[in-house]
Nanobody
């Protein structure tokens, strides 16, 4: 079983910063691509950013230049540094990862962490 545990959400004012962390634990051979998604009330869950095991990154247009995704492969942890936060960034942020378990690739989700940006 593979679990993702997120931390770092909270309440911040417009223009502020937060850093989210997500650590994978359990039994697996390796973790491939890791990413962050977010879901605001009444909206679908959208990709924020992802990073491959080799470090290639991709960002949603709405966060480019403000958010930075990074990872520590030795710790099986992915981070999301969020700067210049806006009220539109308010959402539940979910960590996502592809875990290699035996001969299978499993998609795993975290429980979500709430980010609230006040105006």
């Amino acid at each position: 079983q593979v679990q993702l545990v997120e931390s770092g959400g909270g309440l911040v004012q417009t223009g502020g910063s937060l850093r989210l962390s997500c650590a994978a634990s359990g039994t697996f051979f390796s973790i491939n691509t890791m990413g962050w998604y977010r879901q605001a009330p009444g909206n679908q869950r959208d990709l924020v950013a992802f990073i491959t095991r080799g470090g290639t990154t991709n960002y949603a247009d709405s966060v480019k230049g403000r958010f930075t995704i990074s990872r520590d492969n030795a710790k099986n942890t992915v981070y999301l540094q969020m700067n210049s936060l806006k009220p539109d960034d308010t959402a539940v942020y979910y960590c996502n990862a592809e875990a290699v378990v035996g001969i299978r690739n499993l998609e795993v989700w975290g429980q979500g962490t709430l980010v609230t940006v006040s105006s």
